[in-house]
């Protein structure tokens, strides 16, 4: 399935103009990648930089906008077992809510506004 998934992204490349060597050379990137396997590896990988003082990942889902198979692949898999793996380590005493990777809450307002504008309309003069 890794590889279906990087054949898919070196031929959207190809479709849309990238030329072959760099595409090429942007799959060789994604394969070899720190993070390019199944969701028991990414799991098992974050969990051993966890290890290694890493607190938190930006991650970029390359075909997100296309398709959000890995996006889903990750919240749904990764995120509970790379939970599980951090549980069994020792917390920080700092900063206990880094060691956990929750799904984030939706984000719902009064009547669809943005965060910032509710945070205007109940606090005037503050940003």
């Known amino acids: 399935d890794v590889q279906d998934r990087l054949a898919w992204m070196k031929d959207h490349l190809l479709r ?3 030329p072959e ?3 090429e050379d942007r799959m060789r990137d994604f394969a070899t990648g720190t993070l390019t396997g199944t969701p028991e590896q ?6 051993q930089l966890g290890k290694l003082g890493m ?4 991650l970029n889902f390359a075909e997100v906008a296309y398709d959000r198979t890995a996006l889903t692949l990750f919240t749904d ?3 509970p077992g790379l939970s599980a793996r951090l549980a069994e380590q020792k917390t920080s005493p700092r900063h206990p809510e880094r060691n956990r990777l929750t799904r984030p ?3 719902t307002h009064r009547a669809g506004r943005s965060p910032r504008y509710c945070r205007q309309v109940a606090s ?4």
């Open 16 to 18: 849309c103009g990238v």
């Open 21 to 23: 060597n760099i595409a």
């Open 42 to 47: 990414l799991a098992e990988r974050l969990a």
């Open 55 to 58: 607190s938190y990942a930006i």
């Open 77 to 79: 898999k990764v995120a």
């Open 105 to 107: 809450r939706p984000m």
């Open 124 to 127: 005037p003069g503050r940003r």
